[in-house]
């Protein structure tokens, strides 16, 4: 019996010392262990609700404000931004229309849309209002000053989980303040919802700065309370508004003297 295990023994001995290699290679040949699932698209998500409720807790802002509009080869123009207790709104642009050299106001409410030209440099006769049409309707882009869309109509792009944007936390800008978040287009329309760039608030809503391509606009000075409606700056006319464009220099050769002595 003896010499009968011994003889089983020099068999298997070498295929006990195998075994450990051989595990050790099963094991060195088993697939790694799949990576960690990635949270990025619920903290996506998370950020794009995040700047949802921002932009309708704005929204929900009512108050009187100014802003600074900065944009690179210009002098910076205070806008003055108003949003009154009865949904109704105003924004004063200096500048806004006849290439520059035109002050406007536009203003929404309950009787429609408008705008009102400001005695300035380049319309020095009275304010007067002309009416654009219903006050949710969409200012032609001739007669648009953009300024005014981050705080108005862009807030409902903003809120909608619909709209076609993908949203980040980014760094405060340099003179803003606030949460700041990256918001870019994913549509391939030309025809984008708003413009990409950095939209600032504070916690109780307030836009305070957006730095896109067309330049930055940024609080000047804390907010002032609402008033209870917005008024015109002047009476309602039958008239054409003023575009932004300047208007065509004069041909000297038209002139009724030119080519007299």
């Given at each position: ?33 799949p990576p960690p699932a990635d949270p ?23 108050l009187v404000a100014q802003y ?194």
């Open positions: 019996m003896s010499a009968l295990l011994r003889s089983a023994g020099r068999v298997l001995g070498p295929l006990v010392l195998a075994l450990p290699a051989v595990l050790v290679a099963c094991d060195s040949a088993q697939p790694p262990p990025g698209p619920v903290e996506v998500e998370g950020t794009r609700d995040e700047l949802a409720a921002l932009a309708a807790a704005a929204q929900d802002r009512h600074v509009f900065s944009r690179g080869g210009q002098p910076d123009r205070t806008i003055v931004f108003t949003s009154a207790n009865d949904g109704s709104w105003r924004v004063d642009v200096p500048g806004g229309a006849l290439g520059g050299t035109a002050d406007v106001s536009l203003a929404a409410t309950s009787d429609g849309l408008f705008q009102c030209a400001l005695p300035s440099t380049g319309h020095p006769e009275p304010a007067r209002c002309v009416r654009l049409g219903e006050r949710d309707d969409a200012i032609p882009r001739r007669l648009d000053p953009r300024v005014q869309h981050p705080l108005t109509d862009w807030l409902d792009v903003l809120t909608d989980r619909r709209a076609p944007l993908a949203v980040a936390q980014a760094a405060t800008p340099k003179g803003l303040t606030g949460a700041c978040y990256s918001v870019d287009s994913t549509s391939a329309s030309l025809n984008a919802p708003l413009d990409v760039g950095i939209y600032c608030y504070d916690p109780d809503g307030t836009p305070t700065g957006v730095r896109t391509e067309a330049g930055t606009l940024r609080l000047a000075a804390p907010p002032g309370a609402a008033p209870a409606t917005v008024q015109l700056a002047g009476p309602v006319v039958d008239a054409e508004p003023l575009d932004t464009a300047a208007p065509p220099t004069p041909d000297p050769s038209l002139s009724p003297n030119a080519g007299t002595s």
